[in-house]
């Protein structure tokens, strides 16, 4: 049974950096691409950022690009890094990690693409 779980997250000021960590076990993930969401409250869960499965190729939102990197385990490919520097109180969501099984294409931003959610981490940044 696959899983993926979250590690991570917690409360920052504005400006500042955290890290989220998302291992995968129970399934064989070749080719499986990677990704973060994050969902604010009475919003809709959203993209944020994914991965191939060599790592070769990544997609971010406009609103984290180049504030948010994703990087993937380089030896397993079965975990997933989201480094978030420069944050804002606009980034406070739950954030969710998947494993997306389908090829690499442009609809890697979106959420029904996705095969596998981890259990989701708060992440809050105050002003």
């Known amino acids: 049974q696959v899983q993926l779980v979250q590690s991570g997250g917690g409360l920052v000021q504005a400006g500042g950096s955290l890290r989220l960590s998302c291992a995968a076990s129970g399934g064989i993930f070749n080719n499986y691409a990677m990704g973060w969401f994050r969902q604010a409250p009475g919003k809709d869960r959203e993209f944020v950022a994914a991965?191939?499965?060599?790592?070769?190729?990544?997609?971010y939102a406009d609103s984290v690009k180049g504030r948010f990197t994703i990087s993937r385990d380089k030896a397993t490919k079965n975990a997933v890094d989201l480094q978030m520097n420069s944050m804002k109180p606009e980034d406070t969501a739950v954030y969710y990690c998947a494993a997306d099984r389908s090829p690499w294409s442009d609809d890697v931003t979106i959420k029904e693409r996705y095969d596998y959610w981890g259990q989701g981490t708060q992440v809050t940044v105050s002003s």
């Open positions: 991965i191939s499965w060599g790592g070769g190729a990544t997609v």
